[in-house]
């Protein structure tokens, strides 16, 4: 089952087209797992907290095979991949500019500290298997390339917009 | 009388002439080789069936590679060297070949064997003992076939002056070169792939020249065909890759169970990822009540 599930590139080349999909749900140990389950769902109460709940859920269909292909592409050395994080990466990203504002600004940075850390120290961590960095770098983009195009304007959060009209408006 | 004596004086100057024509093209002969042809070869059949051997596959069935492997990598044994390739030479050839397997994610390590280790014709006994001294699981042999041809040009006549032979390039010199890097599997004695390289090239020079031409042009002939070969491995291991996935030719499973998957991993979150998104949650509640 593990097997026919996991995003590998051999299978993805023979036309197994749900290995794009399903490898994000695929982990390799218990804490792997464990993490990466908080992790979406402390993301999942931030997106419902900002409104932004069901529209991260329709763009993730979207969003998993944007990260795997994009993986498969750029590691070409790499020949399976299995996890949330990638993806995970990009709903952080998708959220921060979602929400727009200094917090999206400063998340972003984080993000790209972050991101710049996984790659200058790849090996640091406490994983039992090696952690594909590239990934989160790859989901983050993708989930910035998802936002963009549908940012609300500056200055409005999904709240104002949902707000009821102030006073001048009667 | 003196028609007798002017006889036997047009008789040694006609012997003496001869003698200095003899003198004259054994100089020029031993100058130039006469035109020569010499070989060095390595084969790497030789080494590992040598007459009188019988052939014993050691295992039934499809063979098992265990992944990613350690690899030996090293010259076949010969009596001889190729013409003008020095150890030093022969070294950084193979590190050549070395950082095209390097790159491999099927490899674990690769590391270059001494000639030393291998004995002519040792067969797949010597190689076992081999890879059981150094850890191997994969030996990649390189062996080669040098032919070197040398030949005087009809302008060789001139080397009868002497001094052409130092001055006229009137010898032909030809080197063909081919190699060749099979990779086997040793548990399994299966032959994984083969890369091939070849080079052929030609000079001129002098008589007096002719052996060190023939050494430079070996030489060089000699890494032409090794960088050849190594451009061909990249190829030869994507073939590799496609026959066992494709054929089946042999099975490939990873060192600590199970099949053989190849460079890969997991996307994981770190603790203090989650401790910051918990965080970040916690401001945006504290936010919203207040």
């Given at each position: 089952m593990f097997d026919a599930l996991l995003l590998e590139r051999d299978g993805v080349l023979d036309g197994q087209l749900w290995r794009l999909w399903s490898g994000h749900l695929l982990h390799l140990d218990a804490p792997h797992a464990a993490l990466n389950l908080a992790a979406m769902a402390v993301l999942a109460a931030i997106a419902w907290r900002i409104r932004q709940l069901g529209a991260l859920l329709r763009i993730t269909p979207v969003m998993m095979p944007l990260v795997s292909a994009s993986l498969l592409l750029l590691a070409p050395d790499l020949h399976w991949y299995a996890g949330l994080s990638g993806l995970l990466h990009g709903w952080a990203a998708w959220l921060l500019v979602r929400h727009g504002g200094a917090v999206m600004w400063a998340g972003l940075v984080l993000i790209a500290l972050k991101l710049a850390w996984g790659q200058m120290m790849p090996a640091a961590g406490s994983a039992a298997f090696p952690v594909i960095h590239l990934a989160h770098l790859v989901g983050a983009c993708a989930g910035l390339l998802l936002a963009v195009p549908v940012r609300p304007r500056p200055g409005r959060t999904q709240r104002d917009r949902r707000a009821p009209p102030v006073a001048g408006g009667r | 009388m003196d028609q007798h004596f002017s006889a036997a004086h047009r008789a040694t100057r006609l012997l003496a002439i001869a003698l200095a024509a003899t003198v004259l093209a054994g100089c020029t002969s031993f100058f130039s080789g006469g035109g020569s042809r010499q070989g060095v070869s390595s084969s790497v059949v030789d080494y590992l069936y040598p007459k009188g051997a019988k052939f014993e596959p050691a295992q039934e069935g499809v063979p098992e590679v265990r992944l990613p492997a350690r690899v030996g990598l090293m010259f076949v044994p010969s009596a001889r060297t190729p013409a003008g390739l020095t150890g030093a030479d022969r070294q950084q050839l193979l590190e050549k070949v070395r950082d095209t397997f390097k790159?491999?994610?099927?490899?674990?390590r690769i590391e270059i064997v001494p000639d030393v280790y291998l004995r002519p014709g040792g067969g797949f006994e010597n190689l076992e003992q081999l890879a059981r001294l150094q850890g191997f699981d994969i030996v990649a042999l390189v062996s080669y076939d040098q032919v070197a041809d040398t030949g005087d040009t009809?302008?060789?006549?001139?080397y009868w002056t002497i001094i052409g032979a130092y001055t006229v390039p009137a010898t032909r010199n030809q080197v063909s070169t081919f190699v060749e890097t099979t990779v086997f599997d040793v548990a399994s004695r299966t032959m994984l792939l083969r890369a091939p390289g070849q080079d052929q090239r030609d000079a001129g020079s002098t008589a007096i020249r002719a052996m060190d031409a023939r050494d430079a042009l070996g030489r060089a002939s000699f890494q032409a065909a090794m960088a050849d070969m190594t451009t061909n491995l990249d190829g030869a291991i994507a073939g590799f890759r496609e026959r066992v996935r494709n054929e089946g030719q042999v099975k490939l499973v990873d060192r600590s169970g199970g099949s053989w998957k190849g460079r890969g991993g997991g996307g994981s979150m770190q603790g203090w990822e989650l401790a910051a998104l918990l965080a970040a949650l916690a401001l945006l509640i504290a936010r919203r009540r207040a």
């Open positions: - | 790159s491999q994610p099927f490899i674990e009809a302008a060789s006549f001139l």
